[in-house]
């Protein structure tokens, strides 16, 4: 089992920044790790992919945040990381990490980040 702890977010004016946090409860080795990255959900809206990094180190981003947000990860400090730059109104939304380990799906339980105009 792995429990996966979001922080970070928050109320940020139009073209700040925030720094997500996704912790894990555990050491996981990267040979187990299929996938991670960040969902977000807006209201009345469907869960969309922001950001991925797959087993072979490759990171995606959805096109409405490449060249704002970066997506990272500290083995050493089991944490994955989504930094957002030039946040506009429309990144507002709860945010989801998520880790798939040996093909099984874990998530957060999301923070939410709203922009102001």
């Known amino acids: 089992q792995v ?23 555990r050491s996981i080795s990267s040979i187990s790790i299929n996938a991670m990255g960040w969902y977000r959900q807006a209201p009345g809206k469907q869960r969309e992919l922001v950001a991925h990094i797959i087993s072979d180190g490759t990171t995606n981003y959805a096109d409405s945040v490449k060249g704002r947000f970066t997506i990272s990860r500290d083995n050493a400090k089991n944490t994955m990381y989504l930094q957002m730059n030039s946040l506009k109104p429309e990144d507002t939304a709860v945010y989801y990490c998520y880790v798939v380990v040996n093909w099984v799906e874990y998530w957060g339980q999301g923070t939410q980040v709203t922009v102001s105009s």
């Open 3 to 25: 429990q996966l702890v979001e922080s970070g977010g928050g109320l940020v004016q139009s073209g700040g920044s925030l720094r997500l946090s996704c912790a894990a409860s």
